[in-house]
């Protein structure tokens, strides 16, 4: 009886890690994946790389670790690059089962402050988080200087990113602000389809200027947009990242609550892409959770995805923005789109056909270029070790727009452009087209 009560506490403790066991046991330790780590090449240490983070895994699962702050410390230190997977021969998912320790450890520690805060009370809440945002922005513009190398235009706990991190200014008016909740073609183009935007924290509070152009060149090409109010974060940072799942259900049952009816749903960052299609692998506890974030899933569509694989545009379609005209372009796959997502081919059609650019293939264009949300905040300075890599592999092309759909990529290539004195200008896809 009293085994019974231990066994069935430990199945509570390693509930999530369980769901991922086959991939623990495939693992063949042949090593490989030390080759395309990219926090290993920086670090050098086992417990850096999959083999080794399954190790202590399974150790965890065969009692010999616990739930210690160096076991949580040592889970937080990988990107969820999936560079293992992709290229792990017996086709083991480690990352994976990274996040599932991620959300068990939560379990059994809990979050620390002030990142519970911001998971539990402030993200669930998108007015509240906006307002928080915009607010703290204000008030740290009076009370906080600049300082070089830092744009302290973010509340603390965003620019907390990364002692000295440049960090692109607060938008003058959040995107829902600018744009009606149903964004119709103009008179005399007819509607093909009707779509949801997901806008994600950062168009809605950061670019949303390029969220006005991704509206406005959607509806000229006869599409419907919807923008719904009561949409929230995808999640990323709370799920995957932080392992916090009670909050990450919180956020996507309310996403799929705002798209509901709407056949597609499109965002313009990678990441924001790959959480709403995360859902179903990571946080769905019951069969009618599971039925709903599947569809849910199947229905969310990286824009470059969009227009070339369901709006089918022609190429000359893509016309160049004026301030892109004459310029060399090289693209940098953010790893949600790449790895997660396999969609490499889209982004580079749609900037093959732009005329009158230049378009340039950089090195290892789909390694990871650090960011990685919460990972670049705890471990900025390897997160700039990895960036540097990429800044050198853009700057080998001679381009003078590096251009990706991630907004974390985007951050931090604007960063390491910055730091490294670099004048390569930061473009999201959708700003090369008119
Ligand atoms: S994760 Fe894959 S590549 Fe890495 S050691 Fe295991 S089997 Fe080899
Ligand atoms: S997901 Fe990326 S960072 Fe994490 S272990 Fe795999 S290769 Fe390393």
Redesign the pocket.
Known sequence: MVQHSVLAKAEVEFEEIRKFEADLELCTRCGF?TF?????REERVES???RG?NMMIRSLLAGNLGYSQEFADRLSK????????ANCPVSVH??DV?VAARADTVKARGIGFPYSIIYHWLLPHRRLFGNVVRLVSFLQGIFLPKSEGTIRHLPLFLSALGRGRNIPQIAPKFLRQILPVVNRPPTGVATKLRVGYFTGCMTDFVFSELGKHVVNFLTRNGVEVVVPKEQGCCGAAVFLGAGDFETGRRLADSNLKAFEGIDYVITDCATCTSSLKDYVRFLADTPERKEAYAKFGNKVKDISEFLVDILKLPASIYQVAPEVRGKKITWHDPCHLSRHLEIKDQPRQIIKSIPGVEYIEMPDADS?CGMAGTFSIYYYELSKKIADKKIKAIFSTGADIVVSSCHGCELQLIDGMLRNKMPVKVMHLMELLR
């Open positions: 994946c395309w780590c990219p926090v290993y850096a790389v999959a983070k990988c990107t969820l690059c999936m560079a293992c997977a480690i990352p990274i990871c």
